[in-house]
């Protein structure tokens, strides 16, 4: 009992120094996206948002909390077709807003992403680690835009629902995602022109490739009802998720057309299309279903790699 008063007195104390300094409690929010600094929603440095993340959770872990997740911030991630135009807005706009946002270095949100998918890419892909590793990425992402909207979600793109034809498919139209094909640039809606600086500054490109299957969700749950690890599940899931990157990055179509391909077929620089993290969707809901299946998730993607 005299311990409880003690600690609810040291994080009275804490809310107030950070009250009279303007700021706010909450871990990145209280750095980056709510004080009164002027520079606060246009610097970020994904170093140190991860730093401070990794502080949080260890003192979380001293102080003897159980679970580092907040079930008060729980993230219900929706379809994009699914979410209103304000809803998909607020979205773009927390996009917008982060991509105004530099490091010391005058790298915006989207070239630090992008750099650090290229730095870990060997580790994040080819191996047991994708599932994991991308889930984690996808959910700083999104950690990342709410220091500009606190209450912003990650939409999903659930490119199975369009498979019949995904060239249709909303995330690809002025609303959302905007349209592009044939290695055109992003030709409308509020990421038109999108321009990014990782490797070097140019304009993202989509062609929308029609000679490549979209995945299909049925085969993922085929791969995941084979208990037997035999399958190499992790493998074909990773082949089955790299259909969506060929479709909009372009695989045949863009050697026919002598164009280079776009930047979703190209593996480390995929996350300057934002369609990317759209797309990573599947990788959690993979990982759910792992868990739903009774399967230990570390030891069935190991099992599943040998």
């Known amino acids: 009992m005299e311990r409880t008063l003690v600690m609810a007195i040291v994080m009275l104390v804490i809310y107030l120094v950070g009250w009279v300094q303007g700021v706010m409690p909450g871990g990145e929010i209280m750095r980056f996206g709510h004080s009164k600094d002027p520079k606060a929603l246009t610097y970020f440095d994904l170093g140190e948002f991860l730093r401070e993340r990794q502080r949080m959770e260890v003192s979380q872990r001293l102080e003897g909390a159980s679970s580092i997740c907040d079930r008060s911030d729980r993230r219900i991630r929706r379809e994009v077709g699914d979410l209103s135009q304000l809803e998909w807005d607020s979205y773009a706009d927390a996009v917008l807003a982060a991509k105004n946002a530099v490091d010391s270095s005058g790298r915006n949100i989207i070239?630090?992403?992008?750099?650090?998918?290229?730095?870990?890419?060997?580790?994040?892909?080819?191996?047991?680690?994708?599932?994991?590793?991308?889930?984690?990425?996808?959910?700083?992402?999104?950690?990342?835009?709410?220091?500009?909207?606190?209450?912003?979600?990650?939409?999903?793109?659930?490119?199975?629902?369009?498979?019949?034809?995904?060239?249709?498919?909303?995330?690809?139209?002025?609303?959302r995602a905007g349209s592009g094909e044939n290695g055109t640039n992003v030709l409308n809606g509020k990421f038109k022109n999108w321009n990014v600086t990782f490797a070097q500054p140019h304009s993202v490109k989509r062609f929308l490739d029609e000679s490549i299957l979209v995945e299909n969700s049925s085969k993922i749950d085929a791969l995941l009802n084979n208990s037997s690890g035999t399958c190499e599940f992790m493998r074909l899931f990773e082949v089955i998720h790299g259909f969506v990157h060929l479709f909009v990055g372009g695989w045949s179509l863009p050697r026919a057309l002598n164009l280079p391909r776009g930047e979703m077929t190209q593996i480390q620089v995929s996350p300057n299309d934002l369609v990317f993290f759209l797309h990573q969707y599947v990788v959690s809901t993979t990982w759910r279903k792992i868990e739903k299946l009774n399967k230990g998730v570390s030891q069935f993607i190991v099992s599943s790699w040998r």
């Open 111 to 175: 070239h630090q992403f992008a750099e650090f998918h290229d730095m870990f890419s060997n580790e994040a892909h080819g191996s047991p680690k994708f599932l994991c590793w991308h889930r984690w990425f996808i959910f700083y992402w999104e950690s990342a835009l709410r220091v500009f909207n606190p209450l912003v979600t990650l939409p999903y793109w659930d490119s199975a629902r369009d498979a019949a034809n995904p060239r249709g498919a909303q995330v690809f139209t002025e609303t």
